[in-house]
Protein backbone atom coordinates (compact mmCIF):
# COMPACT_ATOMS: atom_id res chain seq x y z
CA UNK A 1 0.00 0.00 0.00
CA UNK A 2 1.73 3.63 -0.89
CA UNK A 3 1.49 5.70 1.72
CA UNK A 4 0.60 9.24 1.19
CA UNK A 5 4.05 11.81 1.07
CA UNK A 6 4.04 14.58 3.52
CA UNK A 7 4.05 16.66 0.45
CA UNK A 8 0.49 15.71 -0.66
CA UNK A 9 -0.99 15.86 2.72
CA UNK A 10 0.47 19.21 2.59
CA UNK A 11 -1.40 19.89 -0.52
CA UNK A 12 -4.26 18.26 1.05
CA UNK A 13 -4.49 20.50 4.08
CA UNK A 14 -4.30 23.81 1.88
CA UNK A 15 -6.72 22.78 -0.77
CA UNK A 16 -9.40 22.16 2.14
CA UNK A 17 -8.14 25.43 4.30
CA UNK A 18 -8.97 27.24 0.52
CA UNK A 19 -12.23 25.70 0.27
CA UNK A 20 -13.41 25.81 4.07
CA UNK A 21 -12.27 29.66 4.52
CA UNK A 22 -12.67 30.97 0.81
CA UNK A 23 -14.71 28.99 -1.50
CA UNK A 24 -17.53 28.05 1.15
CA UNK A 25 -18.12 32.05 1.93
CA UNK A 26 -17.74 33.08 -1.44
CA UNK A 27 -21.15 30.34 -2.13
CA UNK A 28 -22.75 31.53 1.04
CA UNK A 29 -22.48 35.25 -0.43
CA UNK A 30 -23.39 34.49 -3.69
CA UNK A 31 -25.95 32.52 -2.72
CA UNK A 32 -27.92 35.27 -0.66
CA UNK A 33 -27.04 38.05 -3.25
CA UNK A 34 -29.11 35.59 -5.81
CA UNK A 35 -31.82 34.74 -3.10
CA UNK A 36 -32.43 37.95 -2.35
CA UNK A 37 -32.42 39.01 -6.40
CA UNK A 38 -34.72 36.50 -7.06
CA UNK A 39 -37.24 37.09 -4.51
CA UNK A 40 -37.23 41.12 -4.46
CA UNK A 41 -38.07 40.22 -8.45
CA UNK A 42 -40.98 37.99 -7.96
CA UNK A 43 -42.06 39.80 -5.61
CA UNK A 44 -42.00 42.81 -7.94
CA UNK A 45 -43.15 41.15 -11.12
CA UNK A 46 -46.22 39.95 -8.87
CA UNK A 47 -47.06 43.31 -7.46
CA UNK A 48 -46.90 45.24 -11.04
CA UNK A 49 -49.07 42.40 -12.41
CA UNK A 50 -51.39 42.99 -9.36
CA UNK A 51 -51.25 46.48 -10.70
CA UNK A 52 -52.20 46.10 -14.15
CA UNK A 53 -55.20 43.21 -13.39
CA UNK A 54 -56.26 42.16 -16.50
CA UNK A 55 -55.94 45.10 -18.38
CA UNK A 56 -54.19 45.29 -22.06
CA UNK A 57 -51.77 47.20 -20.74
CA UNK A 58 -49.81 44.05 -19.45
CA UNK A 59 -49.23 43.51 -23.52
CA UNK A 60 -47.06 46.68 -23.33
CA UNK A 61 -44.29 44.98 -20.72
CA UNK A 62 -42.72 42.56 -23.41
CA UNK A 63 -42.69 45.69 -25.71
CA UNK A 64 -40.62 47.92 -23.09
CA UNK A 65 -38.11 44.64 -22.28
CA UNK A 66 -36.41 45.08 -25.58
CA UNK A 67 -36.95 48.57 -26.10
CA UNK A 68 -35.57 49.75 -22.63
CA UNK A 69 -32.81 47.21 -22.52
CA UNK A 70 -31.18 47.96 -25.90
CA UNK A 71 -31.78 51.66 -25.32
CA UNK A 72 -30.23 50.89 -22.36
CA UNK A 73 -27.15 49.19 -23.79
CA UNK A 74 -26.99 51.68 -26.65
CA UNK A 75 -26.65 54.91 -24.32
CA UNK A 76 -23.97 53.15 -22.04
CA UNK A 77 -22.23 51.86 -25.10
CA UNK A 78 -22.17 48.54 -23.57
CA UNK A 79 -23.51 47.02 -27.12
CA UNK A 80 -24.71 44.12 -27.49
CA UNK A 81 -24.43 41.41 -24.84
CA UNK A 82 -23.38 37.65 -25.08
CA UNK A 83 -23.39 35.73 -21.87
CA UNK A 84 -22.34 32.78 -23.29
CA UNK A 85 -19.22 34.71 -24.90
CA UNK A 86 -18.10 36.16 -21.13
CA UNK A 87 -18.92 33.21 -19.70
CA UNK A 88 -16.48 31.34 -22.13
CA UNK A 89 -13.89 34.11 -22.20
CA UNK A 90 -14.10 33.95 -18.18
CA UNK A 91 -12.37 30.33 -18.83
CA UNK A 92 -9.22 32.21 -20.42
CA UNK A 93 -9.24 35.63 -19.19
CA UNK A 94 -11.61 36.53 -16.00
CA UNK A 95 -10.73 39.86 -15.47
CA UNK A 96 -11.23 40.50 -18.83
CA UNK A 97 -14.25 38.99 -19.11
CA UNK A 98 -15.73 40.89 -16.17
CA UNK A 99 -15.08 44.67 -15.86
CA UNK A 100 -16.64 46.34 -13.04
CA UNK A 101 -18.58 48.81 -14.53
CA UNK A 102 -19.49 47.09 -17.99
CA UNK A 103 -21.09 44.36 -14.97
CA UNK A 104 -23.29 46.41 -13.51
CA UNK A 105 -24.45 47.96 -17.08
CA UNK A 106 -24.88 44.37 -18.20
CA UNK A 107 -27.04 43.38 -15.00
CA UNK A 108 -29.84 46.52 -15.37
CA UNK A 109 -29.78 45.55 -19.27
CA UNK A 110 -30.82 41.48 -17.93
CA UNK A 111 -33.36 43.21 -15.03
CA UNK A 112 -35.25 45.32 -17.99
CA UNK A 113 -34.89 42.06 -20.12
CA UNK A 114 -36.32 39.78 -18.27
CA UNK A 115 -38.30 41.33 -14.71
CA UNK A 116 -40.85 43.15 -17.49
CA UNK A 117 -41.45 40.10 -19.54
CA UNK A 118 -38.58 39.32 -22.32
CA UNK A 119 -38.52 35.42 -22.82
CA UNK A 120 -35.39 34.47 -21.21
CA UNK A 121 -34.39 32.46 -18.16
CA UNK A 122 -32.67 33.83 -14.97
CA UNK A 123 -30.42 30.91 -15.09
CA UNK A 124 -28.53 32.54 -18.04
CA UNK A 125 -27.56 36.04 -15.69
CA UNK A 126 -27.21 34.32 -12.61
CA UNK A 127 -24.53 31.91 -13.63
CA UNK A 128 -22.95 35.31 -15.64
CA UNK A 129 -23.12 37.35 -11.88
CA UNK A 130 -22.34 34.21 -9.96
CA UNK A 131 -18.88 34.26 -12.20
CA UNK A 132 -18.49 38.08 -12.31
CA UNK A 133 -19.06 38.31 -8.37
CA UNK A 134 -16.19 35.18 -8.25
CA UNK A 135 -13.78 37.28 -10.14
CA UNK A 136 -14.35 40.31 -7.72
CA UNK A 137 -14.02 38.14 -4.64
CA UNK A 138 -10.78 37.22 -6.49
CA UNK A 139 -10.10 40.50 -6.88
CA UNK A 140 -10.75 41.51 -3.60
CA UNK A 141 -8.40 38.52 -2.12
CA UNK A 142 -5.72 39.19 -3.76
CA UNK A 143 -5.63 43.37 -2.50
CA UNK A 144 -6.04 42.42 0.80
CA UNK A 145 -3.21 39.56 0.90
CA UNK A 146 -0.89 42.30 -0.23
CA UNK A 147 -1.55 43.95 3.11
CA UNK A 148 -2.38 40.66 5.45
CA UNK A 149 0.61 38.00 4.96
CA UNK A 150 -1.88 34.82 6.50
CA UNK A 151 -4.48 35.92 3.78
CA UNK A 152 -1.95 34.67 1.00
CA UNK A 153 -2.67 30.84 1.60
CA UNK A 154 -6.45 31.26 0.64
CA UNK A 155 -5.45 32.47 -2.80
CA UNK A 156 -5.70 30.53 -5.68
CA UNK A 157 -6.32 30.25 -9.72
CA UNK A 158 -9.17 32.41 -10.43
CA UNK A 159 -10.91 30.19 -12.67
CA UNK A 160 -11.97 27.93 -10.15
CA UNK A 161 -13.56 31.04 -7.93
CA UNK A 162 -15.07 32.22 -11.15
CA UNK A 163 -17.04 28.64 -11.67
CA UNK A 164 -17.92 28.27 -7.89
CA UNK A 165 -19.67 32.10 -7.72
CA UNK A 166 -21.50 30.81 -10.87
CA UNK A 167 -22.37 27.29 -9.76
CA UNK A 168 -23.30 28.96 -6.43
CA UNK A 169 -25.66 31.70 -8.32
CA UNK A 170 -27.28 28.85 -10.50
CA UNK A 171 -27.44 26.24 -7.68
CA UNK A 172 -30.07 28.89 -6.57
CA UNK A 173 -32.17 29.37 -9.36
CA UNK A 174 -32.71 25.60 -9.94
CA UNK A 175 -32.88 25.36 -6.60
CA UNK A 176 -30.50 21.85 -6.78
CA UNK A 177 -27.02 22.07 -5.76
CA UNK A 178 -25.85 19.15 -7.99
CA UNK A 179 -27.55 20.68 -11.24
CA UNK A 180 -25.97 24.40 -10.57
CA UNK A 181 -22.70 23.15 -10.21
CA UNK A 182 -22.99 20.80 -13.23
CA UNK A 183 -24.42 23.82 -15.54
CA UNK A 184 -21.60 26.33 -14.69
CA UNK A 185 -18.41 23.24 -14.86
CA UNK A 186 -19.63 21.59 -17.59
CA UNK A 187 -17.87 22.92 -20.78
CA UNK A 188 -18.30 21.21 -24.01
CA UNK A 189 -19.08 17.89 -22.12
CA UNK A 190 -15.85 18.34 -20.44
CA UNK A 191 -15.60 18.50 -16.33
CA UNK A 192 -12.14 19.26 -14.48
CA UNK A 193 -12.02 18.25 -10.99
CA UNK A 194 -9.90 21.38 -9.89
CA UNK A 195 -12.92 23.56 -11.32
CA UNK A 196 -15.87 21.20 -10.10
CA UNK A 197 -15.38 20.05 -6.77
CA UNK A 198 -14.97 23.78 -5.46
CA UNK A 199 -18.22 24.57 -7.36
CA UNK A 200 -19.96 21.69 -6.08
CA UNK A 201 -19.08 23.16 -2.52
CA UNK A 202 -19.96 26.78 -3.27
CA UNK A 203 -22.87 25.41 -4.95
CA UNK A 204 -24.12 23.86 -1.34
CA UNK A 205 -23.67 26.91 0.19
CA UNK A 206 -25.33 28.99 -2.10
CA UNK A 207 -28.73 26.37 -2.21
CA UNK A 208 -28.13 26.34 1.86
CA UNK A 209 -28.68 30.38 2.13
CA UNK A 210 -31.55 29.92 -0.23
CA UNK A 211 -33.14 27.17 1.77
CA UNK A 212 -32.37 29.02 4.85
CA UNK A 213 -34.46 32.57 3.48
CA UNK A 214 -37.21 30.64 1.62
CA UNK A 215 -37.71 27.05 1.90
CA UNK A 216 -36.80 23.30 0.31
CA UNK A 217 -39.76 22.86 -2.30
CA UNK A 218 -38.81 21.59 -5.42
CA UNK A 219 -38.54 23.73 -8.60
CA UNK A 220 -41.18 21.46 -10.48
CA UNK A 221 -43.24 19.59 -7.76
CA UNK A 222 -44.89 16.61 -9.83
CA UNK A 223 -47.10 13.95 -8.16
CA UNK A 224 -45.65 10.71 -7.83
CA UNK A 225 -44.01 8.57 -7.01
CA UNK A 226 -43.41 6.76 -10.79
CA UNK A 227 -42.34 3.77 -11.27
CA UNK A 228 -41.11 3.61 -14.62
CA UNK A 229 -41.66 0.53 -16.66
CA UNK A 230 -40.95 -0.83 -20.21
CA UNK A 231 -43.76 1.02 -22.00
CA UNK A 232 -42.61 4.13 -20.61
CA UNK A 233 -39.53 3.59 -21.78
CA UNK A 234 -40.03 3.15 -25.23
CA UNK A 235 -42.53 6.11 -25.26
CA UNK A 236 -39.38 8.06 -24.55
CA UNK A 237 -37.81 6.88 -27.38
CA UNK A 238 -40.35 8.48 -30.22
CA UNK A 239 -40.03 11.63 -27.28
CA UNK A 240 -36.78 11.98 -27.85
CA UNK A 241 -36.14 12.33 -31.35
CA UNK A 242 -39.49 14.54 -31.44
CA UNK A 243 -37.75 16.43 -28.58
CA UNK A 244 -34.50 16.72 -31.24
CA UNK A 245 -35.83 18.02 -33.85
CA UNK A 246 -38.07 20.37 -32.12
CA UNK A 247 -34.80 21.83 -30.73
CA UNK A 248 -33.05 22.36 -34.12
CA UNK A 249 -36.31 24.09 -35.48
CA UNK A 250 -35.68 26.60 -32.53
CA UNK A 251 -32.05 26.87 -33.02
CA UNK A 252 -32.13 27.44 -36.57
CA UNK A 253 -35.29 29.78 -36.33
CA UNK A 254 -33.13 31.88 -33.82
CA UNK A 255 -29.98 31.74 -35.99
CA UNK A 256 -32.59 32.81 -38.57
CA UNK A 257 -34.12 35.84 -36.40
CA UNK A 258 -30.74 37.25 -35.83
CA UNK A 259 -29.36 37.09 -39.54
CA UNK A 260 -32.50 39.05 -40.12
CA UNK A 261 -32.13 41.74 -37.27
CA UNK A 262 -28.33 41.98 -37.50
CA UNK A 263 -27.67 44.94 -39.76
CA UNK A 264 -30.24 47.20 -37.74
CA UNK A 265 -28.93 49.23 -34.95
CA UNK A 266 -29.39 47.77 -31.70
CA UNK A 267 -32.23 50.02 -30.48
CA UNK A 268 -33.86 49.72 -33.75
CA UNK A 269 -33.80 45.79 -33.30
CA UNK A 270 -35.31 46.45 -29.59
CA UNK A 271 -37.83 48.34 -31.24
CA UNK A 272 -38.96 45.77 -33.52
CA UNK A 273 -38.51 42.85 -31.32
CA UNK A 274 -40.53 44.63 -28.66
CA UNK A 275 -43.44 44.64 -30.98
CA UNK A 276 -43.21 41.13 -32.16
CA UNK A 277 -43.05 40.13 -28.35
CA UNK A 278 -45.95 42.02 -27.67
CA UNK A 279 -47.78 40.34 -30.75
CA UNK A 280 -46.51 36.59 -29.35
CA UNK A 281 -47.75 37.63 -26.00
CA UNK A 282 -51.38 38.36 -27.07
CA UNK A 283 -52.46 34.54 -26.95
CA UNK A 284 -52.04 34.55 -23.80
CA UNK A 285 -53.74 37.75 -22.36
CA UNK A 286 -56.76 37.18 -24.40
CA UNK A 287 -57.51 33.20 -24.65
CA UNK A 288 -55.65 31.97 -21.43
CA UNK A 289 -56.57 34.00 -18.77
CA UNK A 290 -53.19 35.84 -18.89
CA UNK A 291 -51.76 32.57 -18.56
CA UNK A 292 -47.42 33.69 -19.27
CA UNK A 293 -46.35 31.74 -22.10
CA UNK A 294 -43.80 33.65 -24.04
CA UNK A 295 -42.89 35.82 -20.85
CA UNK A 296 -39.36 35.12 -18.72
CA UNK A 297 -38.12 31.71 -18.15
CA UNK A 298 -41.81 30.11 -18.39
CA UNK A 299 -41.53 28.21 -14.72
CA UNK A 300 -45.00 29.50 -14.61
CA UNK A 301 -46.25 27.48 -17.70
CA UNK A 302 -44.02 24.48 -16.90
CA UNK A 303 -46.45 24.36 -13.83
CA UNK A 304 -49.52 25.23 -15.43
CA UNK A 305 -48.72 22.40 -17.82
CA UNK A 306 -47.91 19.69 -15.10
CA UNK A 307 -51.45 20.49 -13.47
CA UNK A 308 -53.04 19.54 -16.66
CA UNK A 309 -55.17 18.40 -18.52
CA UNK A 310 -53.91 20.40 -21.24
CA UNK A 311 -55.29 19.77 -24.93
CA UNK A 312 -52.55 18.79 -27.29
CA UNK A 313 -53.23 21.33 -29.71
CA UNK A 314 -53.25 23.55 -26.77
CA UNK A 315 -49.85 22.30 -25.65
CA UNK A 316 -48.32 22.62 -29.47
CA UNK A 317 -49.62 26.01 -29.67
CA UNK A 318 -47.63 26.83 -26.52
CA UNK A 319 -44.27 25.26 -28.35
CA UNK A 320 -44.58 27.62 -30.64
CA UNK A 321 -45.03 30.39 -29.32
CA UNK A 322 -42.56 29.85 -26.77
CA UNK A 323 -39.97 29.24 -29.97
CA UNK A 324 -40.65 32.10 -31.56
CA UNK A 325 -40.39 34.68 -28.43
CA UNK A 326 -37.28 33.61 -27.17
CA UNK A 327 -35.49 32.99 -30.48
CA UNK A 328 -36.89 36.83 -31.27
CA UNK A 329 -35.56 38.03 -27.78
CA UNK A 330 -32.30 36.93 -28.07
CA UNK A 331 -31.72 37.96 -31.74
CA UNK A 332 -33.09 41.13 -31.14
CA UNK A 333 -30.42 42.19 -28.45
CA UNK A 334 -32.00 40.80 -24.87
CA UNK A 335 -30.26 39.59 -22.38
CA UNK A 336 -30.59 35.98 -20.28
CA UNK A 337 -29.62 32.73 -20.68
CA UNK A 338 -32.17 29.84 -22.67
CA UNK A 339 -32.52 26.75 -20.65
CA UNK A 340 -35.49 27.52 -18.57
CA UNK A 341 -37.25 28.57 -21.98
CA UNK A 342 -36.04 25.47 -23.44
CA UNK A 343 -37.42 23.44 -20.71
CA UNK A 344 -40.84 25.35 -20.95
CA UNK A 345 -41.14 24.21 -24.86
CA UNK A 346 -40.19 20.78 -24.26
CA UNK A 347 -42.37 20.70 -21.37
CA UNK A 348 -45.21 22.14 -23.79
CA UNK A 349 -44.40 19.20 -26.73
CA UNK A 350 -43.81 16.41 -23.96
CA UNK A 351 -47.75 17.59 -22.59
CA UNK A 352 -48.80 16.58 -26.46
CA UNK A 353 -46.67 13.64 -26.19
CA UNK A 354 -48.90 12.35 -22.72
CA UNK A 355 -51.44 13.43 -23.89
CA UNK A 356 -51.70 11.34 -26.99
CA UNK A 357 -50.01 8.30 -25.41
CA UNK A 358 -49.70 7.81 -21.65
CA UNK A 359 -52.71 9.89 -19.91
CA UNK A 360 -52.34 7.95 -17.00
CA UNK A 361 -49.54 9.43 -15.92
CA UNK A 362 -50.10 13.05 -15.80
CA UNK A 363 -46.70 14.97 -15.68
CA UNK A 364 -44.04 11.66 -16.47
CA UNK A 365 -44.16 13.08 -20.68
CA UNK A 366 -43.84 16.57 -19.93
CA UNK A 367 -40.94 16.72 -17.82
CA UNK A 368 -39.43 14.43 -19.85
CA UNK A 369 -39.25 16.63 -22.82
CA UNK A 370 -38.53 19.26 -20.62
CA UNK A 371 -35.68 17.94 -20.26
CA UNK A 372 -34.77 16.42 -23.54
CA UNK A 373 -35.53 19.59 -25.31
CA UNK A 374 -33.27 21.32 -22.94
CA UNK A 375 -30.33 18.87 -23.08
CA UNK A 376 -30.67 18.95 -26.96
CA UNK A 377 -30.51 22.59 -27.06
CA UNK A 378 -27.47 23.26 -25.33
CA UNK A 379 -26.05 19.73 -26.52
CA UNK A 380 -25.58 18.33 -23.32
CA UNK A 381 -26.95 14.76 -22.00
CA UNK A 382 -25.53 15.26 -17.73
CA UNK A 383 -26.96 18.74 -17.04
CA UNK A 384 -30.85 17.65 -18.22
CA UNK A 385 -30.61 13.88 -16.88
CA UNK A 386 -29.75 15.39 -13.17
CA UNK A 387 -31.53 18.48 -13.22
CA UNK A 388 -34.74 16.09 -14.23
CA UNK A 389 -34.06 13.98 -10.59
CA UNK A 390 -33.33 16.78 -8.81
CA UNK A 391 -35.70 19.71 -9.62
CA UNK A 392 -38.79 17.42 -9.38
CA UNK A 393 -37.52 14.85 -6.87
CA UNK A 394 -38.08 12.03 -8.59
CA UNK A 395 -35.45 9.36 -9.06
CA UNK A 396 -37.49 7.24 -10.98
CA UNK A 397 -37.49 9.38 -14.11
CA UNK A 398 -33.52 9.51 -14.89
CA UNK A 399 -33.75 6.06 -16.73
CA UNK A 400 -36.20 7.23 -19.08
CA UNK A 401 -34.55 10.83 -19.14
CA UNK A 402 -31.00 9.03 -20.09
CA UNK A 403 -32.63 7.80 -23.21
CA UNK A 404 -35.19 10.83 -24.31
CA UNK A 405 -31.83 12.96 -23.42
CA UNK A 406 -29.35 11.37 -25.50
CA UNK A 407 -31.69 10.45 -28.77
CA UNK A 408 -32.35 14.05 -28.39
CA UNK A 409 -28.67 15.43 -28.59
CA UNK A 410 -27.96 13.23 -30.96
CA UNK A 411 -30.70 14.19 -33.72
CA UNK A 412 -29.28 17.88 -32.67
CA UNK A 413 -25.98 16.78 -33.42
CA UNK A 414 -26.64 15.51 -36.46
CA UNK A 415 -28.89 17.80 -38.06
CA UNK A 416 -27.03 21.10 -37.00
CA UNK A 417 -23.31 22.25 -37.43
CA UNK A 418 -20.87 22.06 -34.23
CA UNK A 419 -21.07 24.93 -32.39
CA UNK A 420 -18.71 27.25 -32.82
CA UNK A 421 -16.10 28.45 -30.45
CA UNK A 422 -16.45 32.08 -29.52
CA UNK A 423 -13.41 32.71 -27.68
CA UNK A 424 -11.83 36.31 -28.44
CA UNK A 425 -8.23 36.50 -28.57
Known amino acids: MRIPSRHNNLRLFAHTRRILLSI ?4 AAVGLVMSLTILLLDAGVARLLRGLGSSHLRLAMPFLALTLCTLWLTWTRTGEVSLFEDLDLAKHSPFEAFPFWGSLAKVVGCAFTIGLGGSTGLEGPAKWLGAALGVQFHRGLSTLARRF ?9 PLPTVMAGAA ?3 AVVFRAPLSGALFAAEHDGELRSEEFFPAVVAAAAG ?3 FVALAGSRPLLPIAGPYTVNLRELLIALPLGLTCGLGASLFLSVRDWMKAVLEPLPLWARGLAGGLGLALLAAPGHFFFHDLAITQRGGLGLVVSLLRGPTAPAEALLFMILKILATA ?11 WLCTIAMGAALGSAFGAWFLPAYPGLMTMLGAAAFAGASQRTLLVPVVFLAETTGQA ?6 ILACALAVLVVRVHLPPRPSPIRH
Do not use: D, E, I, S
Request: hydrophobic share 55%; no cysteine; proline share 6%.
Open 24 to 27: LPLG
Open 207 to 209: YAV
Open 168 to 170: AAV
Open 149 to 157: RFLRRLKGQ
Open 328 to 338: LTLAAGGVGGM
Open 396 to 401: GLVVPG
